[in-house]
Nanobody, 120 residues
């Protein structure tokens, strides 16, 4: 059983900052890439940022220069530092991880989501 547990969402004023965390636990052999996605009201879930096991990153154009993704492999945890937040960043943020349960079995896991609300 593998779980992703997110924390760090909340309400913040425009221009403020929040840091999201997502910890993976359970029967994990190794973790490939990890990432954050978000779903705004009435919209589809979109990529925010991803990071590979070796630290390579990619970001959605809308968050480049404002958000930073990082990970602690020893803790199986991924972070999203969000600065200069805008009202359009308001969404439910989901953590995702590609997890190897053993040498041959890779599965995709999602967290339960955490609400981020940015007021103007």
């Amino acid at each position: 059983q593998v779980q992703l547990v997110e924390s760090g969402g909340g309400l913040v004023q425009a221009g403020g900052s929040l840091r999201l965390s997502c910890a993976a636990s359970g029967s994990i052999f190794s973790i490939n890439s990890m990432g954050w996605y978000r779903r705004a009201p009435m919209k589809q879930r979109d990529l925010v940022a991803r990071i590979t096991s070796t630290g390579s990153t990619n970001y959605a154009d809308s968050v480049k220069g404002r958000f930073t993704i990082s990970r602690d492999n020893a803790k199986n945890t991924v972070y999203l530092q969000m600065n200069s937040l805008k009202p359009e960043d308001t969404a439910v943020y989901y953590c995702n991880a590609e997890i190897y349960l053993n040498l041959m079995t890779k599965r995709d896991y999602w967290g339960q989501g955490t609400q981020v609300t940015v007021s103007s």
